[in-house]
Every structure is written in structure tokens, then in C-alpha cells.
């Protein structure tokens, strides 16, 4: 065989290997995320709809189930629902004639009472499904089946290997050419070039330009050789850092794998983070300044995560001394004695927090909300005290990222509707979410808002708008769609208005494993010896006194159970930890009168002369101090009327080391995801009764099993998971897209 015929035959050898290889890899990449797409697509189309369905899959309305459907269906994407014993309830025209018996997916969705996805054949058609089991009170109650089209993975593949093999043949014909011609000419003394720099590339040399002393024939192949050992440098580093960001998806979230996720998805880029509640607050008492941590569920989930991330928080400066304890521009270093972020303070006028806090936000939002029957009140002086006061924020963290490039601004709460639109107006390359910890009612309970427009356009002006359940999420797309001119992309829960799209997605939040760091020594008996009280059974509850918490329901149905279990009598003591909040407004004085009253009358029924049944401890307790009663108790009650989530629920669960119950409301957000604590109606207070009964009789093994998996759960889906997800979510979105948004007022439109 000729040296030209070995030459030309080793070339198509090599290709073709070569080839071969990044053939499969790019199918094998573009298939899994075909898949990826596919599963992304069932799931939140599934769970999305999953909520929807429930009612009327429980009360059997086949003609509102076959409305959902039609709503949702298309022709590459089929729907169907299923009762309990896998009969077919309803299903889109595409599908119905191929499912009219229940897939192996469904009937195995109803038997686990989970979900089941993956790819199967349907009328002759690959397809994927995804099964999943909808419950109501902790029963299974049927099944929804999504059927998507997967025939796009093979036309893909296809495809893929068509032009593969198109750049292949054209590939090899050009270097078949151009080797016979240089080797007609001459090979010595090229080859022998690029067998030294080959050699020193191999040692570890640069990847520098490939020089030849006759570049003539060998020029380009020389240059292209040197790209690509450009290339290879480049994946190589690429491929070092994808391992790194792998951290992502195989261990548990940590406060040290967040700050390297951090560091590596944001450069090293401060986060800054805006809430109307600041992390620490200072204030005179006995003529010393004292520090004060809030009673605040969002200081208890975002403290960490600043602790972790660094940069910059920006919260009203509350506290009487807080003004002594800052620089001049309101700055100060937290944690005191090992500062790892910078605590921006703005101050308010008394009139400014009187209408902006106590006014719009919790006079009007906070009750709009939560649905707890406290009529909202809406005055047109709030809500300018509102707006100025967004706008007095807007300055502030515009001041604070002017020197940053692409910042991300993470916005918390309802007190803050209008500040992503205020700061994207001037700041269109930031990156800006905000995270409603409330829950978001219906559209017609929202529209009682007046200015519910300006609301929806502030909230609009962010990248990402995120609530704890898909279930707030959904509200407020209906919302969107009903209230203002935008479109909803229901399949990919986002809103578009004109150029500018916002992403609404669900990031269940949580505390942090250690949220005390250094927790008290204190034994139950010490505990109990320090509140004068002696007891076989120790409740706990742990609130702000607020009316959606359900507190004089909880103390209630602790005289309910004494009635219908009098042998618990003189047995049990329930302690009541209860935070004065917002004591100016007047149904705030209402439910702290009312919850006196409880009480008192519990206690006057059932006390005896060396016990009483309920201790109400009516002050601020920091964490250190609740530690021990989450530690000891034999139960923690949540009651709760209406919940975006309850963290109290999950702070009991971190630190339970053996058995214990949690009695827990319906109406949380934190029950769908604890779902082996006893969920109760708090209005129900005969089920509430028989909730503390089974706690103080359930078997040890019980208490032992349902803690632990609650408290894996809790332990899994942590604030630096959390964290992480949202911000990993808002790192994604590309630059030149958060920049789309025009200049807008919060009540106007784009330009």
C-alpha cells in the first residue's frame, strides 16, 4: 500500500473516530436535554395543575375537570384524570382514545400515592408521561396523566446524524486533498515541525500558534491544529469548573457550599438584599444600648444566608439607639464580631411609618392576603406614604450598587410591591427578584386593592417574582391576566409585557440547620424548674401576636381537650410564647384582649392550686431562648388561620433529636411539605382536641419515624437550598435580557 493510500486511509480512520465519538456525545447531550425539557415540562405542568384539580376531582365535577383540560391541552401535550379506583374521568381529544384504561404509570401513581414519569409508546407514538396522584387530607383521591409528544428526540437524533455525517464527508474530502497535494510537494521537514511542537504542547507547553520554517503548504492546517488546541485548553477549563459547579446537585446545601456556589455563579458579586425588617436592631434600655434580633420569620430564613453570600442588606432602621450605632450614612458590619455583611439603615418619619407600614402594608395588604376575615383598609394617604417610601428604598440600593456591574437585587416582601420597577428604571442591567412571603389570594379577593394595578406593574418591573407554594404562584398569574394588559405563558409560569418577560416560580423557604449557633445547656428539668411549673406533658407554641396565627383557637382547643380528657388534667402544661407586634393598630389590640380572655378562661375552668394549664408568655424571646422549649417539649402547636409558610413549624422540627409531635394547620404553607405532622383545621376545634391526644399517646417508634422523616425533610430543603435555588434561578437570566425593561413608572406604561 502506497504511503498516499495510507495517508488518506488513516485520515478517514481518524475522522471517522473522532466523529464517531462527538456524533454520539452531541446526541447523547441534545437527547438528554430533549428529556430534560420533556420532564421540566410535565412536572410543572402536572403539579401546576395538580391544585387545580383537586376540588373538583374530589367532589367528582366531571364537566370542571373537562374545562381544566381543555384549558391546558394542545396537541403535542395530552391531559387526563383518573379517580381513585384508575377509572377515566376526563382526558383532551388528542389522547382519549388511547387512554381509556389506566397506564401502568397511573395505577402505580395511585397505589404509591407519588408520581411516575418516563417514556412509553402510546397509540403506535413514543411518548412521555407523567403520573402523578392527587390527595386531599392525606388521601389519594385520583391521578393526573400528562402525555407529551416525544418524537422529537428521534427526529433530533436524525437530524443530528445527518449533518454529522454531512460535515464528516466534506471533512475528510478537504484533508484527503490537501495531504496527497503536500505530499506530492514535500512532508519531511513540516512533519517534523509539528512532531516538536506537538511534543512540547504535549509536556504541558503553551498553546501557542504552530510555526513552521515552510508554511506554504502546511499554514492552514497548522493554524487550525493550533485553534484547536486552543479549544482543548478551553474545555478543559470548562470541564474543571462544571465539576466544581456539580456541587450543586450531590450534596447537601451548607452555608460553605453556598458561598462557592455563590462565588462561582456570581463572580464574586455582592448580593443585596432589601426588607423593611432589619436583621438587628438597637435600642436603650436602662440607659445601655441593648441588641435586639426581631421576631421576624424572614430575619430567621435571610440572616444566614447574608452571613454566607456577603454584600450588602437594606432594611428601616427601627431600633431608638440604631442612629448611634451606625456611620453617617446609616452603615454597619454584621455579625458585630465577625462582620460578614454591611447592614444599610434608612430612616423614616414617624408619618411615613405610620402610613407606609402600619397603614398600606398591614392595614391593607397584610389582611388582603391572608383572608383571615379582618376587613382591609385602603387610604389614599397610605398609599403615598407607600409610594414615597418604595421610593426613598429605590435611592438607597440604587446608591449602593452604582458602582456594580449586573447586580443582583433580591427585594423581600410585601412592603416593597413597587421597588423592582423603580430600580429597573434606572438600573435596567440589574438583576432584580422579589420574594413574597405571604400568601397571594385569588384574583377577585386581590381586586379589592385600589391600586392593584400599580402593584402588579411594580411587582412586573422584576426578573423573577417567587412565593412559597405553585398554588400562590398560579393566584398571581390569574391575577396578572385579569388586572392589567400582559400575557400570561401559563406553560412556562412567566408574564410577558411587550419586550419584558418576569418569571413567577414557587421556592418553598426554610431555616437553617444550626439557626441557633450556640444553643443553651439547659435540661427539661431545669427548663421546667425555671417556669415554676411541673408537668408529665409540655406544649409549646411559639408567635407574633398576630390574628392569622390562630391563637385563641390554639388556646381554645386546649380547653376543649381538658373537657373531653379530664385524665390529662393537672398533667399537661401548655406554654404559649407570644411577641407583642404592631400594638398600635387597633385590631392588633383586639386579638391581644382576645387572647387574653382565652386565657384567662382556661385557666380559671381547669387550675387548680398547684396547676395551670396554660403559661402565656407575652414578650420578645430571641432564638437562644426558644431553643429549649422546641427541645423538650413532648408538642408544638402551629394553628395558624392562613400561612405563606410558618417557619416555627420547621425551627421545631431542626432540633428535635428523638420523637415529639407537631400539631400543624391545614392552611400553611409548611403542610405540604411536613406532611407527617397532625394537620388540623384550626377552626375545628374537636379535631384540634383529638390532635393533642394522639401527641401525648402516639408509641414512641410513631413519634421517632414521622420526626425523622420531617426532620430530613427539613434538613434537605434548607434556607441554603433555597437560597441557592433562587439565586441560581436569577444568575440564569442573561444580561441583555434583564436589560430589556424600558423606562416605566410603577403605574405606567413601557415606552
Given at each position: 500500500m502506497s504511503v498516499a493510500a495510507r495517508l488518506v486511509g488513516g485520515i478517514w480512520l481518524a475522522a471517522l473516530a473522532v466523529f464517531g465519538s462527538f456524533t454520539y456525545l452531541q446526541i447523547a447531550e441534545e437527547r438528554q436535554r430533549l428529556f430534560a425539557d420533556l420532564e421540566r415540562r410535565a412536572v410543572a405542568l402536572g403539579e401546576g395543575l395538580k391544585e387545580a384539580a383537586e376540588p373538583a376531582l374530589a367532589g367528582g365535577s366531571r364537566p370542571a375537570l373537562e374545562r381544566l383540560l381543555v384549558r391546558f391541552g394542545r396537541p403535542d401535550q395530552g391531559l387526563a384524570v383518573f379517580d381513585r379506583f384508575a377509572a377515566l374521568l376526563a382526558a383532551t381529544p388528542e389522547i382519549a382514545p388511547v387512554v381509556t384504561?389506566?397506564?401502568?404509570?397511573?395505577?402505580?401513581?395511585?397505589?404509591?400515592?407519588?408520581?411516575?414519569?418516563?417514556?412509553?409508546r402510546l397509540g403506535g407514538r413514543p411518548a412521555y408521561v407523567y403520573s402523578s396522584a392527587v390527595q386531599r387530607d392525606e388521601r389519594t383521591v385520583g391521578a393526573l396523566l400528562v402525555v407529551l409528544d416525544a418524537r422529537p428526540l428521534a427526529e433530533a437524533e436524525w437530524r443530528l446524524s445527518r449533518h454529522n455525517a454531512i460535515r464528516?464527508?466534506?471533512?475528510?474530502?478537504?484533508?484527503?486533498?490537501?495531504a496527497l497535494l503536500i505530499l506530492r510537494i514535500s512532508v519531511?521537514?513540516?512533519?517534523?515541525?509539528?512532531?516538536?511542537?506537538?511534543?512540547?504542547?504535549?509536556?504541558?507547553?503553551?498553546?501557542?500558534?504552530?510555526?513552521?520554517?515552510?508554511?506554504?503548504?502546511?499554514?492552514?492546517?497548522?493554524?487550525?491544529?493550533?485553534?484547536?488546541a486552543k479549544s482543548f485548553h478551553r474545555a478543559q477549563a470548562a470541564a474543571e469548573e462544571e465539576a466544581a459547579l456539580r456541587l450543586s446537585g450531590e450534596t447537601l446545601w451548607t452555608e460553605q457550599r453556598l458561598k462557592q456556589f455563590v462565588r462561582l455563579r456570581l463572580g464574586g458579586s455582592p448580593l443585596f438584599v432589601v426588607s423593611n425588617r432589619e436583621p438587628l436592631s438597637h435600642v436603650w434600655k436602662d440607659g445601655r444600648i441593648h441588641a435586639e434580633r426581631p421576631a421576624s420569620g424572614l430575619v430567621t430564613a435571610m440572616e444566614p444566608v447574608m452571613r454566607a453570600c456577603g454584600g450588602v442588606w437594606v432594611a428601616q432602621g427601627s431600633g431608638d439607639a440604631d442612629r448611634e450605632t451606625s456611620d453617617e450614612a446609616g452603615r454597619l458590619g454584621l455579625p458585630p464580631d465577625d462582620p460578614r455583611y454591611t447592614l444599610r439603615r434608612v430612616w423614616l418619619t414617624k408619618e411615613e411609618e405610620t402610613g407606609y407600614y402600619y397603614g398600606f402594608a398591614n392595614e391593607g395588604l397584610w389582611p388582603l392576603c391572608h383572608l383571615v376575615h379582618t376587613r382591609p383598609q385602603f387610604r389614599p394617604e397610605d398609599w403615598a406614604h407607600y409610594t414615597a417610601v418604595n421610593e426613598k428604598f429605590a435611592a438607597a440600593i440604587l446608591e449602593e450598587i452604582a458602582d456594580v456591574d449586573a447586580p443582583l437585587v433580591l427585594i423581600q416582601d410585601y412592603h416593597f410591591a413597587l421597588l423592582p420597577a423603580l430600580i429597573k428604571r434606572q438600573r435596567p442591567d440589574a438583576r432584580v427578584a422579589i420574594f413574597w412571603h405571604i400568601p397571594w389570594p385569588?384574583?377577585?379577593?386581590?381586586?379589592?386593592?385600589?391600586?392593584?394595578?400599580?402593584?402588579?406593574l411594580g411587582m412586573l418591573g422584576a426578573d423573577l417574582v417567587g412565593f412559597h407554594t405553585q398554588y400562590y404562584c398560579n393566584n398571581f398569574l390569574e391575577t396578572a391576566e385579569r388586572a392589567i394588559e400582559a400575557r400570561v405563558e401559563w406553560e412556562q409560569f412567566a408574564v410577558t409585557r411587550g419586550r419584558r418577560t418576569t418569571l413567577v416560580k414557587p421556592f418553598p423557604i426554610?431555616?437553617?440547620?444550626?439557626?441557633?449557633?450556640?444553643?443553651?445547656?439547659?435540661?427539661r428539668e431545669d427548663l421546667l424548674r425555671g417556669l415554676g411549673?411541673?408537668?408529665?406533658?409540655?406544649?409549646?407554641?411559639?408567635?407574633?401576636?398576630?390574628?392569622?396565627?390562630?391563637?385563641?383557637?390554639?388556646?381554645?382547643?386546649?380547653?376543649?381537650?381538658?373537657?373531653?380528657?379530664?385524665?390529662?388534667?393537672?398533667?399537661?402544661?401548655?406554654?404559649?410564647?407570644?411577641?407583642?407586634?404592631?400594638?398600635?393598630?387597633?385590631?392588633y389590640q383586639e386579638i391581644d384582649a382576645e387572647v387574653d380572655a382565652a386565657v384567662r378562661d382556661v385557666n380559671t375552668r381547669f387550675a387548680t392550686r398547684k396547676w395551670r394549664p396554660v403559661l402565656y408568655l407575652k414578650r420578645h424571646h430571641d432564638?437562644?431562648?426558644?431553643?429549649?422549649?422546641?427541645?423538650?417539649?413532648?408538642?408544638?402547636?402551629?394553628?395558624?388561620?392562613?400561612?405563606?409558610?410558618?417557619?416555627?413549624?420547621?425551627?421545631?422540627?431542626?432540633?428535635?433529636?428523638?420523637?415529639?409531635?407537631?400539631?400543624?394547620?391545614?392552611?400553611?404553607?409548611?403542610?405540604?411539605?411536613?406532611?407527617?405532622?397532625?394537620?388540623?383545621?384550626?377552626?375545628?376545634?374537636?379535631?384540634?382536641?383529638?390532635?393533642?391526644?394522639?401527641?401525648?399517646?402516639?408509641?414512641?417508634?410513631?413519634?421517632?419515624?414521622?420526626?425523622?422523616?420531617?426532620?430530613?425533610?427539613?434538613r434537605e430543603y434548607n434556607i441554603y437550598r433555597w437560597a441557592g435555588l433562587l439565586l441560581g434561578e436569577l444568575s440564569r437570566i442573561p444580561e441583555e435580557s434583564a436589560g430589556l425593561l424600558a423606562a416605566s413608572t410603577p403605574g405606567g406604561e413601557p415606552h
Open positions: 384504561q389506566a397506564s401502568p404509570e397511573v395505577i402505580t401513581a395511585l397505589t404509591t400515592g407519588g408520581a411516575r414519569r418516563g417514556l412509553t464528516f464527508l466534506i471533512l475528510v474530502f478537504v484533508l484527503s486533498a490537501i519531511v521537514r513540516p512533519l517534523a515541525d509539528m512532531a516538536r511542537w506537538a511534543k512540547a504542547l504535549r509536556r504541558g507547553g503553551p498553546a501557542g500558534p504552530l510555526e513552521l520554517s515552510d508554511p506554504k503548504l502546511f499554514g492552514p492546517m497548522a493554524r487550525e491544529v493550533s485553534i484547536l385569588n384574583a377577585e379577593a386581590f381586586g379589592i386593592c385600589p391600586w392593584q394595578q400599580e402593584l402588579l426554610s431555616v437553617a440547620p444550626d439557626f441557633v449557633a450556640n444553643p443553651p445547656r439547659v435540661s411549673i411541673s408537668c408529665e406533658f409540655l406544649g409549646i407554641g411559639v408567635e407574633r401576636l398576630d390574628y392569622t396565627k390562630g391563637l385563641p383557637e390554639r388556646i381554645r382547643a386546649i380547653g376543649r381537650f381538658l373537657e373531653r380528657s379530664p385524665e390529662y388534667q393537672e398533667r399537661l402544661v401548655f406554654v404559649q410564647l407570644a411577641a407583642p407586634s404592631r400594638s398600635s393598630i387597633a385590631r432564638h437562644s431562648e426558644i431553643w429549649p422549649f422546641y427541645r423538650h417539649a413532648d408538642f408544638c402547636m402551629v394553628t395558624s388561620l392562613h400561612d405563606g409558610m410558618n417557619l416555627v413549624a420547621k425551627e421545631f422540627v431542626s432540633v428535635r433529636e428523638g420523637g415529639g409531635a407537631l400539631i400543624l394547620s391545614q392552611f400553611t404553607g409548611a403542610s405540604s411539605e411536613l406532611r407527617d405532622a397532625l394537620l388540623v383545621n384550626p377552626y375545628d376545634l374537636d379535631g384540634v382536641a383529638e390532635a393533642i391526644r394522639r401527641a401525648v399517646e402516639m408509641p414512641g417508634e410513631e413519634q421517632r419515624a414521622r420526626m425523622g422523616r420531617m426532620r430530613e425533610t427539613v
